[in-house]
Protein backbone atom coordinates (compact mmCIF):
# COMPACT_ATOMS: atom_id res chain seq x y z
CA UNK A 1 0.00 0.00 0.00
CA UNK A 2 0.91 3.31 -1.07
CA UNK A 3 1.36 6.00 1.88
CA UNK A 4 2.11 9.47 1.50
CA UNK A 5 3.20 11.56 4.77
CA UNK A 6 2.05 15.65 4.93
CA UNK A 7 3.69 17.28 7.59
CA UNK A 8 2.42 21.24 7.60
CA UNK A 9 2.45 24.43 9.21
CA UNK A 10 -1.36 24.94 9.34
CA UNK A 11 -1.97 29.27 8.11
CA UNK A 12 -4.96 30.81 9.52
CA UNK A 13 -6.95 30.70 6.54
CA UNK A 14 -8.89 27.66 6.35
CA UNK A 15 -8.46 28.06 2.23
CA UNK A 16 -4.59 28.72 2.02
CA UNK A 17 -3.92 25.14 3.91
CA UNK A 18 -6.12 23.65 0.95
CA UNK A 19 -4.30 25.27 -1.62
CA UNK A 20 -1.28 23.59 0.36
CA UNK A 21 -2.80 20.57 0.10
CA UNK A 22 -3.53 20.67 -2.75
CA UNK A 23 0.33 22.01 -4.26
CA UNK A 24 1.66 19.26 -2.18
CA UNK A 25 -0.43 16.53 -2.93
CA UNK A 26 -0.55 17.37 -7.36
CA UNK A 27 2.27 15.06 -8.46
CA UNK A 28 1.07 12.30 -6.27
CA UNK A 29 -1.67 9.32 -7.46
CA UNK A 30 -3.11 6.03 -5.79
CA UNK A 31 -1.76 7.06 -2.36
CA UNK A 32 -3.23 7.60 1.16
CA UNK A 33 -2.44 10.50 2.20
CA UNK A 34 -2.52 11.37 5.82
CA UNK A 35 -2.73 15.19 6.94
CA UNK A 36 -2.03 16.39 10.41
CA UNK A 37 -5.08 16.95 13.14
CA UNK A 38 -7.56 20.17 12.56
CA UNK A 39 -4.92 20.85 9.16
CA UNK A 40 -7.91 23.79 8.06
CA UNK A 41 -8.01 25.52 11.33
CA UNK A 42 -5.32 24.60 13.82
CA UNK A 43 -6.49 25.11 17.77
CA UNK A 44 -6.86 28.80 17.41
CA UNK A 45 -10.67 28.57 19.20
CA UNK A 46 -11.57 32.57 18.61
CA UNK A 47 -10.57 31.77 14.49
CA UNK A 48 -12.59 27.78 14.84
CA UNK A 49 -15.76 30.15 16.29
CA UNK A 50 -16.26 31.74 13.44
CA UNK A 51 -16.42 28.86 10.76
CA UNK A 52 -19.64 27.99 9.33
CA UNK A 53 -20.78 24.94 10.33
CA UNK A 54 -20.55 23.32 6.85
CA UNK A 55 -16.72 23.75 7.34
CA UNK A 56 -15.88 20.16 7.16
CA UNK A 57 -17.25 20.41 3.38
CA UNK A 58 -13.93 21.92 2.54
CA UNK A 59 -12.41 18.27 2.24
CA UNK A 60 -14.84 17.56 -0.67
CA UNK A 61 -12.54 19.97 -2.65
CA UNK A 62 -9.41 17.69 -1.83
CA UNK A 63 -8.68 16.55 -5.73
CA UNK A 64 -9.48 13.25 -7.30
CA UNK A 65 -6.72 10.16 -7.25
CA UNK A 66 -5.85 9.49 -3.67
CA UNK A 67 -7.55 9.06 -0.62
CA UNK A 68 -7.07 11.56 2.26
CA UNK A 69 -7.06 11.19 6.20
CA UNK A 70 -6.99 13.66 9.42
CA UNK A 71 -9.01 15.56 11.13
CA UNK A 72 -11.33 18.65 10.72
CA UNK A 73 -13.92 20.50 12.79
CA UNK A 74 -17.21 19.19 12.54
CA UNK A 75 -20.77 20.04 13.18
CA UNK A 76 -23.25 17.17 14.21
CA UNK A 77 -26.37 18.04 16.03
CA UNK A 78 -25.46 21.31 16.91
CA UNK A 79 -22.41 20.06 18.65
CA UNK A 80 -18.87 20.62 17.41
CA UNK A 81 -16.69 17.45 17.12
CA UNK A 82 -12.95 17.49 16.31
CA UNK A 83 -13.66 14.63 13.67
CA UNK A 84 -11.26 11.97 11.99
CA UNK A 85 -11.90 11.95 8.00
CA UNK A 86 -11.45 9.49 4.81
CA UNK A 87 -11.76 10.91 1.97
CA UNK A 88 -11.25 9.53 -1.50
CA UNK A 89 -12.97 9.32 -5.20
CA UNK A 90 -15.99 8.47 -4.22
CA UNK A 91 -16.85 11.11 -1.53
CA UNK A 92 -16.35 11.11 2.45
CA UNK A 93 -16.96 9.62 5.61
CA UNK A 94 -16.08 10.64 9.29
CA UNK A 95 -15.63 6.59 10.82
CA UNK A 96 -14.59 8.49 14.44
CA UNK A 97 -14.61 10.99 16.79
CA UNK A 98 -12.08 12.19 19.51
CA UNK A 99 -12.85 10.54 22.56
CA UNK A 100 -9.96 12.43 24.87
CA UNK A 101 -9.75 15.99 24.24
CA UNK A 102 -6.77 17.60 25.63
CA UNK A 103 -7.48 19.67 28.95
CA UNK A 104 -4.09 21.73 28.29
CA UNK A 105 -5.50 23.31 25.51
CA UNK A 106 -9.18 23.36 26.79
CA UNK A 107 -10.37 21.19 23.95
CA UNK A 108 -12.46 19.93 26.15
CA UNK A 109 -14.32 23.61 26.51
CA UNK A 110 -14.94 23.83 22.94
CA UNK A 111 -15.61 20.46 21.56
CA UNK A 112 -17.60 17.53 22.55
CA UNK A 113 -15.89 14.15 23.33
CA UNK A 114 -17.02 11.22 20.89
CA UNK A 115 -18.44 8.10 22.45
CA UNK A 116 -16.85 4.99 20.03
CA UNK A 117 -14.44 3.46 18.16
CA UNK A 118 -14.88 2.57 14.43
CA UNK A 119 -12.77 -0.12 12.01
CA UNK A 120 -13.15 0.54 8.24
CA UNK A 121 -11.45 -0.89 5.61
CA UNK A 122 -9.29 1.03 3.07
CA UNK A 123 -7.47 -0.36 -0.02
CA UNK A 124 -7.81 -4.32 1.16
CA UNK A 125 -6.62 -3.75 4.78
CA UNK A 126 -8.72 -3.46 8.47
CA UNK A 127 -7.75 0.26 9.68
CA UNK A 128 -7.94 1.57 12.90
CA UNK A 129 -8.04 5.46 14.15
CA UNK A 130 -7.06 8.16 16.59
CA UNK A 131 -6.37 11.69 17.17
CA UNK A 132 -3.42 13.31 19.05
CA UNK A 133 -3.87 13.00 22.74
CA UNK A 134 -5.82 9.51 22.10
CA UNK A 135 -2.47 8.56 21.84
CA UNK A 136 -1.93 8.44 25.87
CA UNK A 137 -4.76 5.68 26.02
CA UNK A 138 -3.94 2.20 25.29
CA UNK A 139 -7.23 0.75 25.85
CA UNK A 140 -8.34 2.39 22.80
CA UNK A 141 -5.47 0.14 20.17
CA UNK A 142 -5.85 -2.87 22.27
CA UNK A 143 -9.70 -2.81 21.37
CA UNK A 144 -8.28 -2.45 17.48
CA UNK A 145 -5.91 -5.34 17.60
CA UNK A 146 -8.22 -7.19 19.03
CA UNK A 147 -10.60 -6.56 16.04
CA UNK A 148 -7.84 -7.53 13.78
CA UNK A 149 -6.77 -4.00 12.55
CA UNK A 150 -4.02 -3.86 10.75
CA UNK A 151 -2.89 -0.17 10.55
CA UNK A 152 -3.52 3.06 13.04
CA UNK A 153 -3.74 6.30 11.74
CA UNK A 154 -3.18 9.20 13.64
CA UNK A 155 -3.50 13.07 12.81
CA UNK A 156 -1.84 15.22 15.62
CA UNK A 157 -0.92 18.61 16.79
CA UNK A 158 1.63 17.45 18.94
CA UNK A 159 4.09 20.09 20.91
CA UNK A 160 7.70 20.48 20.51
CA UNK A 161 8.01 20.36 24.38
CA UNK A 162 6.84 16.92 24.57
CA UNK A 163 8.34 15.30 21.29
CA UNK A 164 10.13 12.73 23.06
CA UNK A 165 6.58 11.52 24.49
CA UNK A 166 5.07 11.55 21.05
CA UNK A 167 8.02 8.77 19.43
CA UNK A 168 8.26 6.87 21.86
CA UNK A 169 4.21 6.13 22.51
CA UNK A 170 3.39 5.51 19.00
CA UNK A 171 6.26 2.93 18.62
CA UNK A 172 5.14 1.42 21.62
CA UNK A 173 1.72 1.57 19.83
CA UNK A 174 2.67 -0.18 17.21
CA UNK A 175 5.36 -3.37 18.81
CA UNK A 176 2.58 -4.16 21.74
CA UNK A 177 -0.69 -4.12 19.06
CA UNK A 178 1.61 -6.11 16.10
CA UNK A 179 0.36 -3.08 13.46
CA UNK A 180 1.84 -0.20 11.24
CA UNK A 181 1.22 3.23 13.54
CA UNK A 182 1.00 6.07 10.86
CA UNK A 183 0.66 9.28 12.48
CA UNK A 184 1.08 13.17 10.44
CA UNK A 185 2.30 15.87 12.99
CA UNK A 186 1.82 19.61 12.64
CA UNK A 187 5.16 21.46 12.71
CA UNK A 188 6.26 25.18 13.09
CA UNK A 189 5.10 27.68 15.17
CA UNK A 190 1.12 27.85 15.34
CA UNK A 191 -1.01 29.96 17.11
CA UNK A 192 2.27 30.73 19.29
CA UNK A 193 3.20 26.89 20.27
CA UNK A 194 6.17 25.17 18.58
CA UNK A 195 4.44 22.09 17.06
CA UNK A 196 7.49 18.75 16.52
CA UNK A 197 6.39 17.61 13.13
CA UNK A 198 8.76 14.17 13.37
CA UNK A 199 5.55 12.56 11.26
CA UNK A 200 6.65 8.94 10.97
CA UNK A 201 5.27 5.05 9.37
CA UNK A 202 6.36 2.98 12.60
CA UNK A 203 6.15 -0.87 11.17
CA UNK A 204 4.63 -3.74 13.40
CA UNK A 205 8.19 -4.48 14.97
CA UNK A 206 9.24 -0.85 15.96
CA UNK A 207 11.14 0.40 13.00
CA UNK A 208 10.88 3.55 11.52
CA UNK A 209 10.29 2.96 7.88
CA UNK A 210 9.89 6.91 7.07
CA UNK A 211 10.36 9.67 9.33
CA UNK A 212 9.44 13.79 8.43
CA UNK A 213 12.31 15.19 11.20
CA UNK A 214 10.86 18.99 11.74
CA UNK A 215 10.75 19.45 7.61
CA UNK A 216 7.75 22.39 7.32
CA UNK A 217 5.32 21.68 4.30
CA UNK A 218 6.09 18.93 3.00
CA UNK A 219 5.20 15.43 1.73
CA UNK A 220 6.83 12.00 1.36
CA UNK A 221 5.80 8.70 0.37
CA UNK A 222 6.50 4.88 0.96
CA UNK A 223 4.97 1.01 0.06
CA UNK A 224 4.95 -0.38 3.11
CA UNK A 225 3.82 -4.15 3.34
CA UNK A 226 0.73 -5.89 5.14
CA UNK A 227 2.56 -8.99 4.75
CA UNK A 228 4.37 -7.69 7.86
CA UNK A 229 1.84 -7.52 9.74
CA UNK A 230 0.73 -11.12 8.85
CA UNK A 231 4.10 -12.49 9.84
CA UNK A 232 4.99 -10.85 13.03
CA UNK A 233 1.37 -12.25 14.30
CA UNK A 234 2.09 -15.16 13.08
CA UNK A 235 5.88 -15.61 14.47
CA UNK A 236 4.52 -13.88 17.99
CA UNK A 237 1.20 -15.26 18.75
CA UNK A 238 0.00 -12.71 21.57
CA UNK A 239 -3.75 -12.27 20.93
CA UNK A 240 -3.52 -16.27 21.38
CA UNK A 241 -2.20 -15.92 24.67
CA UNK A 242 -4.62 -13.01 26.20
CA UNK A 243 -5.21 -13.43 29.85
CA UNK A 244 -8.86 -11.98 29.41
CA UNK A 245 -9.48 -14.23 33.25
CA UNK A 246 -6.97 -11.84 35.17
CA UNK A 247 -7.66 -8.25 33.38
CA UNK A 248 -10.97 -8.53 31.85
CA UNK A 249 -12.35 -8.20 27.97
Excluded at 50 to 73: C, F, R, W
Excluded at 167 to 189: C, D, H, M, P, W
Amino acid sequence: MKISLLQMRVEEDPHKNLEKVITLTESIKDSVIILPELWTTGFNYEHIEKMPQDHHQIIANLPEGNTYVGSIVRYKDGKRYNSFFVKNDKGYDFPYDKTHLFPLMEEDKHFTAGKTLSAFRLNGAVCGCAICFDLRYPEIFRIYFKSGVEIVFLPAQWPESRKNHLITLATARAIENQSYFIYSNAVGKIWGEEFAGESRIISPTGETVLSMGQEIDKISTINIDLNVVKEFRTRIPIKSYLRPDIYGQ
